[in-house]
């Protein structure tokens, strides 16, 4: 197997959603930031890319939890 065939497979294993789910949580700090920085700056504009990257990133992260849970149904050892 080449790192390349490994690095797939670990996006896809337990650990690697986890860590995606991570990072997405410092994701969300910054879009926390940029909607604080927008309603100061009475920026609509900004705001409202900052409200469109949060829905992204609160799909996104749904995304991996449903993929989490089907990894998991798959463990014949969680029932």
Known sequence: ???L????G???SK???WLSIGTSAFGAIS???DVKKAR????????INALVGAAALVTGTALLVRELRRLG???VLLG
């Open 10 to 12: 670990f996006k896809h």
């Open 40 to 47: 100061g700056e009475n920026d609509t504009l900004k705001l």
């Open 1 to 3: 197997m080449s790192k």
């Open 31 to 33: 879009i926390a930031k």
């Open 15 to 17: 650990p690697g959603l």
């Open 73 to 75: 149904d798959d463990d």
């Open 5 to 8: 065939e490994k690095a797939k």
